[in-house]
């Protein structure tokens, strides 16, 4: 499968915990994308990266979240002290270099449930 | 920023009849709407999409038309078939900022 990975695709944490995710775009896609969907909602944007660089962030990614990119290929969105308002399904996408921010494609997920 | 709005939340129709789902935008300066479909626990996938350059753009049985002066675009599906139930997600963006989306509309095709 050459599409968008993520890793885990399943997490149960207890609130308070951390957690960290893992995102490995499309092969030489140099833009990718964390989301944050809920039932019933369409996808939030999070952050995204062009290669390594971090360059736009929501307001939705208080300071209990990190990502990172730090060889421009995957991918990691850590949540530290978890809360019950965390769990979601976090989706990653990536868009090749020739078409910006359009045309992203998305990984599975990762679904996290804190309890 | 952007807000995108989408109606309706559910739609259900009869095998074969046509569908058509509707979205509104409010930043005049977004240039590319996309649709997704996403079927129960799967990911998002990207069925079809515009830019603003356009007004019209067909694939088979889904098109999508866009109305740039009253910031509307809508998909449009014809001889649905049971496999096309699933959630369907519009969006919009200017191209340097990323997507916002709409919160989705259940698509119900009875048999």
């Known amino acids: 499968d050459t599409g968008v990975s993520q890793d885990p695709r399943h997490k149960i944490t207890k609130r308070g915990q951390n957690v960290t995710f893992r995102c490995d775009p499309i092969s030489e896609h140099n833009r990718l994308y964390w989301y944050r969907q809920t039932l019933g909602q369409g996808p939030e944007f999070l952050t995204y990266?062009?290669?390594?660089?971090?360059?736009?962030k929501s307001r939705l990614l208080s300071d209990r979240f990190s990502a990172e990119r730090p060889k421009g290929s995957f991918s990691t969105l850590e949540i530290q002290r978890t809360e019950q308002g965390d769990s979601a399904m976090y989706l990653c996408a990536s868009s090749p270099p020739t078409s910006g921010v359009y045309e992203q494609y998305f990984g599975p997920g990762t679904r996290l449930t804190v309890t | 920023g952007e807000n995108v709005e989408q109606h309706p939340s559910t739609l259900s129709v009869q095998e074969g009849d046509s569908a058509v789902i509707k979205c509104t935008y409010s930043d005049s300066a977004s240039n590319y709407f996309p649709w997704y479909k996403q079927e129960l626990g799967k990911r998002p996938q990207l069925i079809i999409d515009i830019r603003s350059n356009v007004g019209e753009k067909k694939d088979q049985r889904i098109a999508v038309t866009l109305n740039k002066t009253a910031k509307h675009f809508s998909l449009h599906i014809t001889e649905t078939q049971p496999e096309d139930s699933a959630v369907y997600f519009c969006?919009?963006?200017?191209?340097?900022?990323?997507?916002?989306f709409g919160k989705g509309t259940m698509l119900l095709v009875s048999p």
């Open positions: 990266f062009q290669n390594e660089a971090q360059l736009e």
């Open positions: 969006a919009a963006t200017r191209g340097y900022s990323t997507l916002t």
